[in-house]
């Protein structure tokens, strides 16, 4: 299997996993336009905490690998 093709299963893993952790934070929310007044400040904590974190840490993969990506294309 080729780099390229091994960095692009990757690419679509992460953007899977992401949009589930992002749905996932979602739910618990408001459905109003700018959600609820008492989340403009808040402290993360439990699930919470460890959805944010992997939130940030899938995004950091995910532009990382494309950054690859883009590298080893050109």
């Known amino acids: 299997m080729e ?3 091994i960095i692009n299963i ?9 949009v589930i952790v992002v749905l996932a934070q979602v739910k618990g929310q408001g459905t109003s336009l700018f ?3 008492e989340s403009s ?4 904590r439990g699930i919470e905490k ?7 840490v899938l995004m ?4 990382v690998s ?6 080893i294309e050109s």
Do not use: D, E
């Open 10 to 18: 990757i690419q679509i893993i992460i953007a899977v996993l992401l």
């Open 50 to 56: 460890l959805l944010f974190n992997m939130t940030i």
């Open 66 to 71: 494309a950054i690859l990506f883009n590298r």
């Open 60 to 63: 950091v993969i995910f532009i």
């Open 3 to 5: 780099l390229k093709s």
């Open 35 to 37: 959600g609820p007044a």
């Open 41 to 44: 400040y808040r402290t993360y």
